[in-house]
């Protein structure tokens, strides 16, 4: 038995869930769209950011930061692929709450943790 072949959308078809879709965000049913994150000007921040960060005094994360550093293309940002993505925000979160942890005396709970690092796993 042969797939059923599905019939593209009209102009009009796509106009009608548009128009649906913005009323159930603007009655607050579903999420407002997520502006794209520029995955070139991420990578680019991050990768600056990292170069200067140095977890050196966490002897056991040594390791951790070449192999970190590796997982990435430094320097080249043109073609950012998912993979490169997830690293990024991995490297992202473990700066981010390196200074918080120093800010708070190495003293934070699991949920100021997930305060903390909740913007960036949403980007």
Do not use: H
């Amino acid at each position: 038995m042969a797939a059923k072949k599905y019939k593209r959308m009209t102009n009009r078809e796509k106009d009608e869930r548009k128009r649906f879709k913005k009323s159930l965000q603007e009655k607050g049913i579903i999420p407002p769209d997520k502006p794209r994150l520029n995955r070139k000007k991420f990578a680019q921040e991050v990768c600056d950011e990292w170069k200067d960060y140095s977890l050196v005094e966490y002897a056991k994360l040594n390791t951790f930061m070449i192999v970190l550093g590796m997982m990435t293309n430094s320097g080249r940002y043109g073609n950012v692929s998912k993979e490169d993505l997830g690293i990024l925000k991995l490297k992202k979160c473990a700066m981010v709450l390196d200074q918080k942890f120093q800010e708070n005396d190495n003293k934070m709970t699991y949920e100021q943790i997930i305060e903390v690092l909740k913007p960036i796993w949403e980007l």
